[in-house]
Structure formats: C-alpha cells, structure tokens
C-alpha cells in the first residue's frame, strides 16, 4: 500500500496489521503523519525518532512513493504542466495518467489539480470533455499530485526549488499555497475522494493548507454543493459561461439535467456564503456566442442576491476548437459592465497556453497519441481499399 497519500485510519490500520499494539498507534501515527506529510519524506529510513524494526516492516508492505512524472513542460511565462501516471491498480492496468498545472505569482503558487481520469461533462468549449472518463481518482491520487509539486518545487523542508522558473519565494511564503479542483474531471462526481483529499491537505499537523485557500469548481452537480459547503467548507467556483438554458444546454450538457434556475437556488443556499467569502462565476468569453452587452446585463440580473465575483476567462484555443475568443475591446466592455454593476470582475490572465496548460485545455498526452495512432490506422485503411 502506499501511504504517501493515505488519510489518517488507513494510516493505522496498516500499523495495526503489522501488530502495533493498540496504545502505541496514535503515537506512531503522529509520527508518520509528521514525516509524509510535513516534512514529505520518501523513504521510512529517513525517519529518525522512529524504530528501525517498525520502519523495516513498514518498508516491506508499504511505500512512501508519488505518482510518476512522465513528463514535465515549463511555459514562457513560468506555468509547469505535468503528466502524472499513477501506480497500476490490477496486473492489468498500466496506469491512469491525468495532467496537473502549476502557475506561479510572486506572492503565491496556485496547483491546479485534477480529480478523474478523462471527464463525462462533454462542455463544448472544453479540451478535456473531448476525453472520455476512465475513472475516478483516489484520494492518494488527488493528495499524490500535491506532493509531487512540492517536492518538484522544493516546497519540503530542506528542498531546492528549480532554477528553469518562476516559484515564490521569501519568509513565510510557500510554492504552493493555494489549491484549485480545476483539471480534469468533475470533482463532485468525485465527492467522497474529494472530501478526504481535502481533510488531508487541511491538516494542521501536515500539509496545513488553509481551506479559504482551497476552492472547488464544479459545472454544476447540484445535490453535492450543499455537501461540498456543509463537509468541506472550501470555496466554490461555479463553471457557468451562459445565461440563459438554451444556450447552456449547448456549452454545459449538464445544464440539461440541472438547469440554471436550480443551479442558481443551491448557490444561494451554499453554506457559508458571504461577501467575505463569495462564490467564484466563471464565464468563458466565446466570440459571438456570450460576449454581448445583453448577455452582461442578463448576468448580473442572474446573480443578483447571491454574493458573488465573475472571473472572465479569454477562451484558450485547442486544436479543431468550435470556438474563437472574444476580442480584447469586447471582453473590456463586458467586464466594465459587470463592474459598474457592483460585482468584481477580474479578466484572468492567460497562464500556459504555449504548452496547453491553460483553463480547458488539459488533455493527457496519452490520449492524444493514442487519437493520433487511431487516426493513422483510419487513414490507412482507407488507402489500403482504394
């Protein structure tokens, strides 16, 4: 088993299997617990204030190991993408392998992170909903890629940050400080590994990240949001980008089974909601298609009561996309019609999309060659009968 990754019973219940005695347990946890988690150890012989037998016989059933980085790309701008491949599940298996981005600021490090394998969402404007869902990503999986930043970017005690690009630095400042459930997958039909990832980064005795650090994007699974507020009490972002079901319908499928009249009641209820801890609306500006004063109007007629900022997000490009991006002058006249309506309304800033690293253009490199081998064998059968 691997414990790098593990939450706290399963923790001690493997010291229970190698016959710890009951009353020693919650010691030898606080132990473990400090060395993965704080101080990210990868092997128990670096554990010191540890018994050598105990570290021997953990060593013999378990590992200490991280997802495997199969590839690494760093974007002009200092973004990192990684391709993860996750340790085999059965004999079979060769191994599941999502994609996990980070973007640097001079003041922090956001990691975004991706809870399933592929996506079944299919949103139109997205790369990773051209992908099929494979699966659901552990908890030790979700928790793996975080470990994996931290120690790429020397984040552990006595690591070194890498010199190839930007990384925060300075007293009290941490290379990854925030956490967004923004990559592949849609993390409440991952709930529970969701919720279980996110005690695990929150614990004070480890990993210690703030949940107001934490936020938790979802197209809109309305019965879970309610769960997400009351279990987990992260901040929520809600992928919205239309205004109206029609044209929803068409961007979010989603919508088709939770329409925006739901979705607009559950975010009213969300627990702990405030104007010190508003929701996050983002809206993908599509040329066209979302981008008209009328449609910025209509927004904030949709959001009125809800405490609430808009994140306006430039459509990143894919190959063969439908869509193209709204133009600078229109993004700004949309914003500025937000704004003077009350409601922040920030344009985020392209992050990484030289290495398609961007928002909604995570794909797994796997997938894209196993497209492209597929499309050869097509092309070559079809030469092959002419």
């Given at each position: ?6 939450g ?16 020693e ?8 617990w400090h ?6 150890a ?19 059933r378990?590992?200490l ?21 996750m ?5 079979h298996?060769k ?11 001079s003041?922090?490090?956001?990691l975004?992170?991706s809870s399933?394998v ?14 099929p869902?494979?699966?659901n ?17 020397g ?18 400042v ?7 459930f923004?990559g592949?997958?849609e993390?409440?039909y991952n ?7 996110i005690?695990?980064?929150t614990?004070g005795d ?9 936020t938790?994007s ?7 949001m ?9 901040m ?16 979010v499928?989603?919508?088709?089974k ?9 975010c009213?209820?969300?627990p702990g ?7 996050t609306f983002e ?21 009125k ?5 808009i994140n306006l997000?430039?459509f ?6 439908p869509y193209?991006?709204?133009?600078w002058?229109?993004?700004e006249?949309f ?7 009350g ?12 290495i ?5 253009q995570?794909k797994?490199e796997?997938?894209?060659?196993r ?5 050869m064998?097509?092309?070559s059968?079809v030469?092959?009968?002419?």
């Amino acid at each position: 088993m691997r414990l790098a990754g593990a939450g706290r019973s399963a923790i001690v219940q493997a010291l229970a299997d190698l016959g710890v005695p009951e009353g020693e347990r919650k010691m030898r946890l606080a132990q473990l617990w400090h060395w993965i988690y704080h101080r990210g150890a990868r092997e128990f012989s670096a554990m010191r204030n540890i018994a050598r037998p105990l570290l021997a016989a953990l060593a013999e059933r378990h590992d200490l190991g991280r997802p495997e980085i199969v590839a690494e790309q760093v974007s002009e701008d200092g973004t990192r993408k990684w391709l993860l491949r996750m340790p085999p599940a059965h004999p079979h298996d060769k191994g599941a392998e999502i994609e996990c981005v980070y973007i640097p600021e001079s003041d922090r490090g956001t990691l975004c992170v991706s809870s399933q394998v592929g996506c079944t969402l299919n949103c139109t404007f997205c790369h990773t909903g051209t992908m099929p869902l494979v699966r659901n990503l552990t908890t030790a999986e979700i928790v793996g890629q975080v470990l994996v930043a931290r120690d790429r970017l020397g984040d552990f005690p006595g690591g070194t940050a890498p010199t190839d690009g930007l990384v925060p630095s300075g007293e009290g400042v941490r290379a990854v400080s925030n956490i967004v459930f923004m990559g592949m997958g849609e993390p409440l039909y991952n709930f529970d590994a969701v919720r279980d990832a996110i005690a695990i980064l929150t614990d004070g005795d480890g990993l210690s990240l703030s949940r107001r650090r934490i936020t938790v994007s979802t197209s809109g699974v309305v019965p879970e949001m309610s769960r997400l507020g009351a279990e987990c009490a992260t901040m929520l972002a809600v992928s919205l980008h239309a205004t109206n079901n029609p044209l929803r319908d068409k961007l979010v499928p989603l919508n088709r089974k939770y329409p925006i009249e739901q979705l607009m009641q559950a975010c009213r209820d969300y627990p702990g909601a405030s104007n010190a801890r508003r929701i996050t609306f983002e809206y993908v500006m599509l040329k066209g298609v979302n981008d008209s004063p009328a449609e910025a109007r209509a927004l904030v007629r949709l959001l009125k009561g809800v405490p609430a900022k808009i994140n306006l997000i430039p459509f990143n490009p894919w190959p063969n996309s439908p869509y193209a991006c709204s133009d600078w002058e229109t993004i700004e006249r949309f914003s500025e019609i937000v704004f003077n309506a009350g409601y922040a309304s920030p344009v985020r800033t392209p992050r990484g999309r030289d290495i398609l690293a961007a928002c909604g253009q995570l794909k797994s490199e796997s997938e894209k060659l196993r497209a492209r081998a597929r499309l050869m064998l097509e092309e070559s059968l079809v030469v092959g009968q002419e």
